[in-house]
């Protein structure tokens, strides 16, 4: 079992959207803009290699990609 401390730079997650362009590439570095809220500068930002990318097409012809990613560095928290 691994615990993230608040000094910690190990962190990771998923994401998923639809289709918006050419998809990301396994490792691909990139900046990861977490929003907090729909208030300007209430984001989470920090550096990330993506480690997976899963294309799905619904039923509907809707194609959306899922990413797995780890962070490279500190996560940086939202302005107070």
Known sequence: VR???PS???????FE????GAP?????EVYLVLGESSTAYQN?????VI???HANVAYD???????????????Q???A
Do not use: R
């Open 17 to 20: 959207g639809l289709k918006d």
């Open 77 to 79: 928290p939202p302005d």
């Open 8 to 14: 910690s730079s190990q962190w990771s997650g998923s």
């Open 51 to 53: 480690t997976g990318v």
């Open 24 to 28: 990301l590439s396994v490792f691909s």
């Open 3 to 5: 615990s993230v401390l």
């Open 44 to 48: 989470w930002i920090g550096k990330v």
């Open 61 to 75: 012809g809707a194609v959306t990609y899922a990413y797995d990613y780890e962070g490279t560095g500190d996560l």
